[in-house]
Every structure is written in C-alpha cells, then in structure tokens.
C-alpha cells in the first residue's frame, strides 16, 4: 500500500500571495479614486459605438470644416510662435548676460498669471477698428489707412502666444542650464561659433523640454474658447461650447466633444514624436556650468530692448490698460460696485477653496496608495487617475454630463417608484458635478505636487515607526502628513487658479445663476463692456500671480545653489 505524504505549502511560496494580497489592498482606494476620474472620459469614448450620421453630416455641411481647420492653424501658430518666443529668450537670458539681465529671466514668467480671455478682450479693445491705436493711426495717416484686422487667427495666435511662451520658455531655461562647460567647450573645439553651437548641439539636446513646452502651450489654446469668440475665429472648443450654451443641443456638443478629444490625443502624439528617439545625455550633471557672454554697446541695448519690448506686449500693457479701466470704473460707479464684486467673489473663492481642497484629498489618496504598493501597478494607477490634464476642458464637461446624467435619471425613477417627490437634477444641476470636473481636470496638478514632496520622505522614517507598530494610516497622519503638507499647500494653490481662470467647464456646467469671475469677465468683455470687465480680470490675474511667484522663488533658490 502506497503512503501518502502530506506536504505543508513553502514559507517561500506564501509570502509572496500574502504581498500580493496586501498590495491589493493597498491599491484599492487609489483604483477607486483613478476609476472615478477616467470613468467619464471612458463613457465619452464609448459614445463612439453609436455615433449620430445624421448629426455628423449636417455639421460638416455648415461649420464643422471651418472650426477643425481653424483649430488646427491655431495650434500649429501657438506651438511655432511660442516655440521661437519661449526658446529665442531662454537662451537669450542663459547665455548672455547684459544690465538688467536676472530682472528680465524672473520677469519674463509674469505673462503666466494673465489668463488668455483677459489678454485676448484687452488687445481687442486696444488694437480693434475702434480703439485708440488705429484711432490715433488715422488721425496721423487720414481715414483710409487700413491696418492688418487683429479680429482674425493672426490676432488670435499672437495673443495666446504671449501669454502661452512662457511654458516654453520655463522649461527650455531649465535645459539650457544644465549643460556643462565641457559640452560648449567640445563644440568650440571643433570650431563651431555660439550660434553654430545653439542649433547643431544645445537644441538637439534640449528637445525634450522644448517638445513638452510647445505641447503645453497647444494643449492650453486648444481647450480656449472665448479668446477665439473675441477674434471671430471659430474652433472645435469654442464650437462646442456654442452647441451647449447657444443651440442647447447637449447631444451634438457631446459628440463634437470627441472630435477635440481625437485632437489632444493626436497632440500627445505629437509631443511624442517631436521628442525624437534619439537620446542625448550629459556626462556628469553636476559639471562646471558655461560663463554668459557678455553683451556691450549696441548688443545690449538690443538685448535689453527686446526683453523689454515683449515684457511690455505681454504683461505691462495689459496690467496697465486692466488698472486704468478698474479705477474709472469704480469711479463711475462709486458704492455700486462692491455688493456685486463681494457676490462674486465669494462665490469664485469658495468655490476654488472647495475644488481644491477635493482634488488634493483625492490625490494624496492616491499617492500614498502608489507609494505602499510601488511597482509597477502603482505607476499604471496613477497615470490613469491623471489622464484628466490632457483632456480640454470643454470635452471634461460633456463627460461629466453624459456620466451624471443617467444616474439623476435613476435617481428620479426611484423616488417616483417609491411614492416619493422626485429630487430633481441633484448631480447636473448643482455644485456637485461642477467639483467632479474640476477633480477630473486638475487631478495632475495636485497630485504631482503631492508625489514629489512624498518622494521627498526618508524611508527610514517610516521603518521606523512600522518596528514600533504603527500602522500605514497612522504613519500616513503621523509620520507623512506634516511632512508632506507643503507640497500640499502648493498643490492647492495650483488648483484654486486654475479653478479660477477655468471657464469652458465652468459656463457648460455650472448651476443656474451660479456665475464666478471668470464668467463675469467674460460676459462683460463679449458685450464689449471693458471697465466692467477689467475689475474681476485684475482679481483673478492678482491670485494667478501667486504661483508665478514660488517660480520665481525657485529658480532664484536654484541659481544660488549653483552659484
């Protein structure tokens, strides 16, 4: 008779399934959170299983052609002009060094808090038919003179260009800076001249960060509207929004929505491409760094001129022209004008606080639950819960609507089978969805800031108090949260501007009579009512300065590292 051994399961083969079983645990409220943020772009992508012919050929036959070869001009005029802006200048103030040269590569980042609205109803108002330039123009020249009409694309993508360059610019100075003195130093040795050396071996170098830089600023005059309504060029985004607001036509907006959503993936794409597989890599990046150039004479003033010129387009004119308006209007309207400011203010102001205290919540969530899994899987989850960015925000807001939707339908339906009054629209019609699209749009923002500062953290920290029985909730409030909190701050900070100047989300979903400040700048600028419109722009640039200020503090906190 055969004997029957038994044999116990290996130490070596249990540990493994009990870490698995752990790590997903661990995943499960991030996959929750990342699953809620990609659920509405998914049900916007399964919309294409049932596409509407019908819809499809009567837009083509009206504006469809006119809005997609707008919107593709636009991001082709973006993505050049701020290419040779953002790169032109950072090398401009990374080589060279001329008087006033530290002032104008901190200055130069300003142009960030100005949103493209503001900039595009300001140069409108400025440089239009009827405004004071070709006013005066005519006066000088006589009444037939006849410049170019910025109420066109040009217009357009020169305003978007220079409130968009710094992206470009941002991250083509922070690739400039960490080449080495023995890069420049080979280029000479084999005879190149600096400008030689510029285009043959730093670009090249640098194109990775220039690629993304231009992406960005694409990705941001895509999802743009009202600047494009301004200069009577009409896009996908600005299409979309007519459709919602104008016709309330929900079901062609939505559709029209992933027309723009194939654009910004063909964007990313894009970016990808622009990388090129080539890879350039430094020897150390610690190295001696390579001295300025210096300018003297007629070269510096140009330098200087230059600077000066585009600081002036792009921030000075607009803050000024912005100030000026806000002071006659108060003036005009002595004591009116604060109920109606406070109004809004406070609605704009708890209403980023709101968002921005949801989306932070939500991704420190989801970074501690990459950290304690790691691996793999963390990666993917995260990346999945920050697709959101990439999305414009026109198309965030008919996902969100064509989520929400049904379940206020079931909602209803339930409270009517139960002999109930029906509660109404308590997901589309209120606050609620509007946060939903706000945490679906700026998850990235928070959520990079929250990682970077986790990553920040000393593992010996935690090990220590795991061997002292703390659990991962506990070193998450213990260990981890103060130590974390300034990234959080900044985190929250980034999203409450961009909540702030946010506006195709907000105007497609937002509850009836609910309007924030950027809508008011809006409405009052598309009826040409500059004064009332300069006040709530001013408040918002005001706030957007905020971050553009903990740049400038990093970048000076960076070169005095090097130095």
């Excluded at 001329?98 to 901190?106: G, H, K």
Aim: contains cysteine; proline residues 5%.
């Amino acid at each position: 008779m055969a004997q029957t051994t038994l044999t116990q399961p290996s130490r070596a083969g249990a540990l493994p399934a009990r870490r698995i079983g752990r790590l997903r645990v661990r995943l499960l409220i991030p996959l929750i959170v990342a699953g809620l943020v990609v659920l509405p772009i998914l049900n916007l992508l399964s919309a294409l299983l049932s596409p509407s012919f019908e819809m499809w050929e009567r837009l083509w036959a009206s504006i469809l052609p006119r809005m997609l070869g707008n919107t593709l001009v636009l991001l082709g005029g973006v993505g050049a002009l701020t290419l040779i802006i953002g790169t032109g200048m950072a090398w401009l103030v990374t080589a060279y060094h001329f008087p006033l040269r530290a002032f104008f590569e901190r200055a130069l980042l300003l142009p960030l808090a100005v949103p493209t609205f503001v900039m595009g109803f300001v140069y409108m108002a400025t440089f239009d038919f009827a405004g004071p330039i070709q006013t005066t123009l005519r006066a000088w020249f006589g009444q037939s003179f006849r410049p170019p009409d910025i109420r066109s694309g040009w217009g357009a993508i020169l305003v978007m260009s220079l409130v968009l360059y710094p992206y470009v610019y941002l991250l083509a100075r922070a690739a400039f800076r960490e080449q080495v003195a023995a890069t420049y130093e080979a280029a000479r040795t084999m005879g190149y001249s600096r400008s030689q050396t510029f285009f043959r071996l730093i670009v090249p170098m640098a194109r990775p960060s220039l690629a993304a830089g231009a992406a960005l600023a694409m990705m941001e005059a895509m999802t743009d509207f009202a600047t494009v309504r301004f200069f009577s060029f009409p896009t996908v985004s600005e299409g979309i929004v007519r459709l919602w607001e104008g016709r309330m036509d929900r079901a062609g907006a939505t559709e029209l929505s992933l027309l723009l959503l194939g654009v910004a993936l063909c964007l990313i794409l894009l970016e990808r491409a622009l990388r090129g597989r080539a890879r350039y890599y430094q020897s150390s990046g610690a190295g001696r760094r390579p001295p300025r150039a210096e300018l003297h004479g007629v070269a510096a003033l140009a330098a200087i001129a230059l600077n000066a010129l585009l600081l002036g387009a792009a921030f000075v004119l607009p803050v000024g022209q912005l100030i000026a308006w806000a002071l006659s209007y108060v003036q005009t309207n002595f004591g009116g004008w604060r109920n109606v400011f406070a109004q809004y203010a406070l609605t704009t102001f708890g209403l980023a606080a709101l968002a921005a205290t949801l989306t932070v919540f939500l991704a420190l969530l989801i970074a501690n639950g990459v950290r304690l899994s790691g691996g793999r899987a963390g990666r993917i989850v995260a990346r999945v819960a920050t697709l959101g960015y990439a999305v414009p925000g026109a198309v965030v807001a008919a996902a969100v609507l064509l989520t929400l939707a049904p379940l206020d339908r079931a909602i209803n339906s339930l409270a009517e089978r139960l002999n109930l009054s029906a509660p109404g629209l308590i997901l589309t019609g209120t606050i609620i969805g509007l946060l939903y699209a706000y945490a679906v749009r700026f998850m990235a923002v928070a959520f990079n800031s929250v990682e970077a500062s986790f990553e920040k953290v000393k593992p010996s920290m935690e090990q220590a108090a795991r061997t002292m029985g703390a659990g991962p909730w506990r070193v998450l409030w213990r260990i981890h949260l103060p130590l974390v909190s300034q990234g959080m701050i900044a985190a929250a900070i980034l999203v409450f501007v961009d909540v702030m100047k946010e506006l195709p989300a907000t105007v497609m979903l937002r509850p009836f009579g609910m309007d924030t400040l950027a809508i008011w700048t809006y409405m009052a600028a598309a009826e040409s009512f500059w004064e009332e419109a300069s006040l709530p722009a001013l408040t918002i640039l005001a706030v957007g300065l905020i971050p553009v200020w903990l740049l400038m503090r990093l970048g000076n906190r960076a070169g005095a590292e090097r130095l």
